[in-house]
């Protein structure tokens, strides 16, 4: 592609040639299921803003299209949104709650048709979305919305009872949708212009190798920026795989607050490391980009949809499936990259609980993830160029270190007690730091997950006042031993590291505030969680935004509590029965079940039967029995059941006699006759035209291609699971718990071994001093030594804090030129003060004088010779610097060519055709005898010339 540097405005304007360019084509995809109408507008927000800011850069390109012909904005790019909202719909319900046929969406989805209007008429400054379409497929229903540019916005509702639930199989049925039968769709138009294979395959990969996945959660916050600048990583390395951003804890309470730096901390200095030395090993799920081609290498997407036969896959599969999903990239020689400069938000967990159970599934899964890398170094070395062995060894070091953690903060602890209370016994002290953690590995094996948090909550507070201790015996130590001491050296590197990589961040600098909390909460985070995550290992539930009633894992049964007249079988509720007391009708469990959608859909003749056959049995109710649960939580007597039985029998049965007497009369009649004989007759258009019920009932089918794809490819990988019979459910839970067992131990017993090593040798040497080294200054009134055992690793982690260090510094550098090379310095905004009005799908060179032809190649070629022309003329008037005095017009540019063309061909329909491409404008062209500076775009000169069609040079 030939470019172009305006001396005016500095921007670079390229010559139209569609084989050197393929417009990247990004794919938002989301997965949804329980999240609040604030969460859900922070998600569209953002898609609008991206919609919108699309239309602007294309409105900008038509601008500086009309001056420089051939300009593309690297801003623009295609997309579409696809929504994938888990476990949408809930049965059907008449006003008695009792079941009804159809399904009908739940509140989850019912908020989300009201947001997404909303939020886009705010966002479009008051332009309105068309009105949404509703069509029914296989895995449930479909929702569809055309943003401002054109583009769709999909929201697939997916029904339990048809496609498999859960954030993999979602990922799984957008990577397939998109990435097979919409390439399927693409390569057929491809071979509707090009007949030869070779060529069909390259235009194939060059499409699949532009095409990108935005992976997002159903929470998160980002700008247009944070698109494009990822983007720029994918169009810099075709090797790149996957690319992540920045991305920052948002919400309210301590918690988020010890999020925010713990998310700091992580990216300023492992992830960027990661991204300099080697690959980022993890692209989180709430914000990352992946490229087509990448996901459909071979052992990618294929592995990526395999279902879990063991009781390691649970763990390594599911519950962690972006570090999966990353980790399969990497084996197959892509590389994962961080880009700092990419922001995006999302909401964190801001209760004790949901955080513990969130971080439940994330380490054993990161930790499985890393294992299966290590085990595999060899192999992931030789596919992957950007792996080597020192960056193995980094992560064998980094894995060691956090087995570890658990007993270097026992000794933390140990060693602050000692200091701090000097008339205690180190045995002593040994013994209570000791009494709570034996109590909570006692809790995780015989007590209940709620057990087991509020022990963790209770320690984790005590714990924060014993580092308030440590914390002030370093001070101490620190002042008396004026940096003698080792402890003293090491705290105050490691709290300089953060200071400067805050200092480094300043947009992010506020984060370091936090740090406080963040060494408070370090014996829970570091010591406790870890014990917790990998003694609950067994369980593969997801943990967060999860209903008390409604589960993925089929256990929902258990989780209901069975009612009798209105009351729950517990201890509590069989006090509420003592004392009278009565369910209220508002309650709100049993008005979600008793509500009904009859001011949402109108009911048909199917729902109709279906409530009269659920009224047929209380006409035959004996008097001992009550006519309706919810009259019996009203506290209604027997007789005034009985009386409203007997007054709605009379009701109807007048109108079935009425309708009987007329149907007799009908049959009498002649036309009567044929009437019920055509009723008898089948008729196959009856059933087409058959309303469906719930809402299919406004629901449009999709096209049969699309029907089969779904169809045949539910069967294979997402046919919802069966529930496991007693037997297997109880080994599948057996071996989970062996894999407990087996991993609890190897931690436990390492920390214990560890723990015992270095206390011993401190007794030892506290008691002879013969394992210490005597340093040139005093700690007080003790002279200062140094103790090899705990040296050796305060060494190790130093190290690797340095090496971290020195790779954000590298990574700094990086960040700072791309964004010093996509911030523009000067040149026009973007106008937003233009009405806004609605633009169709733009090709990947937009012209508004120019109509694509998809059918005759002669028209398209002769066009693109024109614009050509038209544009060498313009840049050889502008180059040369001449004045209109110096330039001739040519008039009959028409004439010449229809006379050229007669020469070649004597069909006149065909020269008139051709002819009719060119504009009735005169041309103004330099005169060719005045000494002129050449063009640079000489060989679109050179082709026009040699070309079957005249221009103004042969004219």
Not at 523 to 546: A, D, K
Not at 692 to 715: M, N, S, V
Not at 842 to 868: C, G, I, L, Y
Request: proline letters at 5%; aromatic letters at 10%; one cysteine or more.
């Amino acid at each position: 592609m030939e470019e172009e540097i305006d001396e005016e405005t500095g921007l670079r304007t390229l010559q139209k040639k569609s084989e050197d360019y393929c417009l990247p084509f990004v794919y938002f995809c989301a997965t949804m299921w329980h999240e609040t109408e604030t969460e859900m507008e922070q998600l569209f927000k953002s898609i609008f803003k991206v919609d919108y800011d699309q239309y602007l850069h294309r409105e900008d390109e038509k601008k500086n299209q009309q001056h420089k012909k051939g300009y593309i904005s690297e801003e623009i790019y295609e997309f579409e949104v696809h929504i994938f909202f888990d476990d949408a719909f809930k049965p059907r319900t008449n006003k008695n709650g009792k079941p009804v046929k159809g399904i009908r969406v739940n509140e989850y989805v019912k908020t989300l048709e009201k947001v997404i209007p909303s939020t886009a008429k705010s966002e479009y400054r008051g332009f309105e979305l068309e009105e949404v379409k509703k069509f029914e497929t296989p895995y449930g229903a479909r929702f569809e919305w055309t943003l401002l540019t054109d583009q769709k916005l999909v929201v697939h509702l997916k029904d339990k009872t048809k496609i498999r639930n859960r954030k993999r199989w979602s990922q799984v049925m957008y990577l397939y949708y998109l990435l097979s039968f919409k390439m399927n769709e693409a390569r057929k138009e491809v071979n509707d212009f090009e007949n030869n294979d070779k060529k069909v395959k390259e235009s194939m990969l060059k499409f699949t190798a532009n095409t990108f996945i935005l992976a997002l959660d159903g929470d998160v916050k980002f700008k247009p920026d944070a698109v494009t600048r990822l983007l720029d990583l994918m169009k810099k390395d075709p090797l790149v795989g996957a690319a992540c951003g920045r991305i920052h804890p948002i919400g309210a309470g301590p918690m988020v607050w010890y999020q925010k730096f713990e998310y700091a901390i992580s990216h300023w200095l492992q992830k960027a490391t990661e991204h300099v030395f080697g690959c980022v090993l993890c692209s989180p799920g709430c914000f990352s980009l992946f490229r087509g081609s990448a996901l459909l290498d071979h052992n990618v997407m294929k592995t990526y949809t395999r279902k879990p036969t063991e009781a390691k896959h649970y763990v390594q599969y599911d519950q962690g499936e972006d570090r999966w999903l990353c980790t399969l990239l990497l084996k197959q020689k892509y590389r994962v990259d961080y880009c700092a400069a990419s922001d995006a938000l999302t909401f964190a967990p801001e209760g004790f609980y949901e955080f513990y159970k969130q971080r439940r599934r994330w380490a054993p899964s990161t930790m499985a993830n890393i294992l299966d890398l290590l085990m595999d170094g060899d192999n992931v070395r030789k596919n992957n160029q950007n792996i080597s062995r020192p960056y193995i060894f980094y992560h064998i070091c980094l894995f060691i270190s956090s087995i570890l953690t658990p007993g270097t903060i026992f000794l933390l602890i140990l060693g602050a007690i000692i200091t701090a209370f000097p008339s205690i016994e180190p045995w002593a002290a040994l013994l209570f730091n000791g009494l709570p953690v034996a109590i909570f590995i006692i809790s995780i094996f015989l007590a209940k997950e709620d057990t087991q948090l509020l022990l963790a909550a209770i320690f984790s507070t005590i714990y924060s006042l014993v580092m308030l201790v440590v914390l002030i015996g370093l001070l101490k130590e620190g002042i008396e031993s004026q940096l003698c001491s080792v402890t003293t050296v090491f705290f105050c590197f490691v709290a300089g590291v953060f200071i400067l990589a805050a200092i480094m961040h300043p947009k992010e600098f506020s984060c370091i505030l936090h740090g406080l909390l963040y060494f408070l909460a370090v014996p829970s985070m570091s010591m406790l969680l870890i014990f917790y995550s990998v003694g609950n290992m067994h369980n593969v539930n997801w943990g967060t935004r999860e209903s008390k009633v409604d589960n993925n894992d089929g256990s929902s049964a258990k989780m209901i509590q069975r009612q009798f007249l209105g009351q729950s079988c517990s201890i509590g509720d069989w006090c509420r029965c003592i004392m009278c007391v009565t369910e209220k009708k508002d309650d709100p469990v049993i008005s979600d079940d008793s509500e009904t959608d009859e001011d949402e859909h109108p009911k048909d003749e199917e729902t109709k039967d279906e409530e009269t056959k659920d009224e047929k049995p209380k006409e035959l109710k004996p008097k001992n029995e009550p006519c309706d649960e919810n009259e019996t939580k009203n506290s209604k007597t027997m007789e005034e059941c009985e009386n409203k039985d007997t007054k709605k029998e009379k009701k109807e049965k007048k109108p079935k006699k009425d309708k009987a007497d007329t149907r007799d009369e009908e049959t009498k009649s002649p036309e009567g006759v044929a009437k019920k004989k055509s009723k008898d007759k089948p008729n196959p258009t009856e059933k087409k035209d058959k309303k469906k019920p719930g809402i299919f009932a406004k629901c449009e089918p999709i096209t049969d291609k699309e029907q089969h794809f779904w169809t045949r490819f539910i069967k294979k990988y997402l046919k919802p699971e069966k529930q496991l019979n007693e037997i297997k459910r109880e080994e599948l839970q057996s071996e989970l718990i062996d894999l407990r067992n087996k991993v609890f131990f190897f931690y436990f017993i390492t920390n214990a071994i560890f723990v015992t090593i270095v206390y011993v040798l401190t007794q030892v040497n506290a008691r002879e001093s013969t394992l210490s080294i005597p340093l040139p200054c005093n700690v007080g009134d003790k002279q200062g030594t140094i103790e090899p055992i705990s040296i050796a690793f305060t060494l190790v982690f130093g190290i690797l804090l340095f090496v971290q260090f020195f790779g954000m510094l590298m990574h700094r550098i990086s960040t700072i030129s791309h964004i010093i090379a996509t911030t523009k310095v000067c040149g026009n905004k973007l106008y937003t003060k233009k009405p806004i009005v609605k633009i169709e799908k733009p090709s990947a060179f937009q012209n508004d004088d120019v109509t694509p032809f998809k059918n005759d190649k002669k028209e398209r070629t002769a066009k693109h010779r024109w614009n050509t022309v038209k544009w060498g003329i313009e840049l050889q008037k502008r180059s040369s610097g001449l004045r209109k005095r110096d330039t001739k017009t040519l008039v009959d540019l028409k004439t010449t060519i229809r006379e050229k063309l007669k020469t070649i061909t004597e069909n006149t329909e065909e020269v008139d055709k051709i002819a009719s491409f060119y504009s009735d404008e005169p041309v103004s062209i330099t005169s060719v005898r005045n000494p002129v500076r050449r063009p640079k775009p000489v060989k679109n000169n050179e082709e026009v010339s040699s070309s079957d069609t005249p221009g103004p040079s042969s004219s």
